[in-house]
């Protein structure tokens, strides 16, 4: 787990010293792709986390992911509306459902589930 986290972080130094852009045009398809990215590799530790892991749906979840969302940019491209944004909104959805998820699972592994629940009562 570490290894990769290195490997994220050493990977993020080495893209932000590198003086390159991205054009305009691509900008979007960029974004929403990264935000696929992302809701795909939150949903692998989830699943990970949670003993329920398959490479297999994983990558084809990665993949199929990031084509949809960039199709959904271009098509919005092609009709003249801002299609896109049904893609970020449905991927922000999912990335913040992912990291609840992540975050209740490790809440209850290291407290040994006691305090996660309210108590006889309450709420």
């Known amino acids: ?3 990769l986290l290195a490997a994220l972080l050493i990977g993020i130094i080495i893209g932000l010293n590198i003086p390159w852009t991205i054009p305009a045009i691509l900008a979007r398809y960029l974004a929403v792709s990264l935000l696929a990215g992302v809701d795909t590799s939150l949903g692998g530790l989830r699943a ?3 003993g329920d892991f398959d490479i297999a749906i994983f990558v084809t979840g990665f993949l199929g992911n990031t084509v949809l969302a960039a199709a959904f940019v271009y098509i919005g491209d092609v ?43 309450e709420g």
């Open 1 to 3: 787990m570490w290894h």
């Open 48 to 50: 990970s986390l949670e």
């Open 79 to 121: 009709l003249g509306i801002e299609l896109y944004l049904a893609a970020v909104v449905a991927l922000g959805v999912r990335i913040f459902n992912n990291l609840g998820r992540i975050r209740r699972h490790l809440l209850k592994e290291w407290m040994g589930d006691k305090g996660t629940t309210p108590a006889k009562g």
